[in-house]
């Protein structure tokens, strides 16, 4: 048992298929247009779709070097593309988006955030480890549960506290946290040398129990979670850490994206 921080790392994109590629560089269209990334060209040829005659396979062929090629007419930062991804986002029809997927692999979050971060169901998958078929007795091969301690309990704050008409004794909440995990693991143990199964044992283990899962999420998705779980929007600290790292992520192999994170 130990406590733990949380770890996001990125572990697939959307990636344009082989296919699409040679047909791109048979006509040198990348070449012409400059650097376009894989989820640009995925995002423009679903947004234009929609309005262009021609056909999706050949949007960013015939259409990539008037919006990558082209500075933003709109007066704004870089190319028409952006400002074409702009518009959509403004204007709500981000379904577009949707097309651009991500997949997280999402370690050491309380099981108090799984609660919270589950609650977004639309455009998210999910694959989480299971406190019914991983046990996590102190013999086990996990080494029993690891936590995560919410930054608001720490060793600098030291209050008094009375219960049962004793005197109050000056005491650490940092204190009743470790003593309170302590006590569950201690719990769990002894319920399993009990034969109770790992699956009902797991009822005592806390909500600060550690977890790890995989999750995937659309680009359309990630930006409507970011924008109600960002730190500043009344969300608990731990999930507006997550949002953070998730958007970090998102931007570092799509950096166009970083405008619609900020709006």
């Known amino acids: 048992m130990a406590e733990t921080k949380m770890n996001v790392k990125l572990l697939a994109y959307t990636q344009l298929s082989e296919e699409f590629l040679d047909e791109l560089c048979a006509i040198q269209a990348r070449e012409n247009c400059g650097f376009v990334s894989d989820g640009q060209a995925v995002a423009l040829s679903a947004i234009r779709t929609c309005y262009s005659p021609n056909k999706p396979s050949e949007i960013v062929a015939l259409e990539g070097a008037k919006y990558f090629g082209s500075r933003a007419s709109d007066g704004e930062q870089g190319t028409e593309a952006d400002r074409l991804f702009r518009m959509i986002v403004r204007s709500g029809h981000t379904s577009t988006l949707e097309h651009l997927s991500f997949t997280f692999a999402i370690e050491g979050v309380s099981r108090a955030l799984l609660a919270q971060v589950t609650c977004h169901r639309v455009g998210f998958s999910f694959s989480v480890q299971s406190q019914?078929?991983?046990?996590?007795?102190?013999?086990?091969?996990?080494?029993g549960f690891d936590f995560v301690r919410p930054e608001s309990i720490d060793d600098d704050k030291n209050v008094k506290i009375s219960a049962d008409g004793e005197k109050g004794k000056w005491i650490t909440p940092i204190g009743i946290f470790y003593e309170a995990m302590d006590k569950a693991q201690e719990s769990y143990d002894l319920l399993r040398k009990a034969g109770v199964p790992a699956e009902d044992a797991r009822a005592v283990l806390p909500q600060a129990a550690a977890t790890n899962?995989?999750?995937?999420?659309?680009?359309?998705?990630?930006?409507?979670?970011?924008?109600k779980r960002k730190e500043g929007k009344g969300a608990q600290a731990e999930i507006a850490q997550l949002a953070e790292k998730l958007k970090n992520a998102v931007i570092a192999v799509e950096p166009w994206t970083s405008q619609f994170f900020a709006e």
């Open 132 to 143: 019914r078929y991983v046990r996590f007795g102190s013999g086990d091969r996990s080494g």
């Open 213 to 227: 899962l995989v999750m995937t999420a659309n680009l359309r998705s990630l930006l409507e979670f970011y924008a």
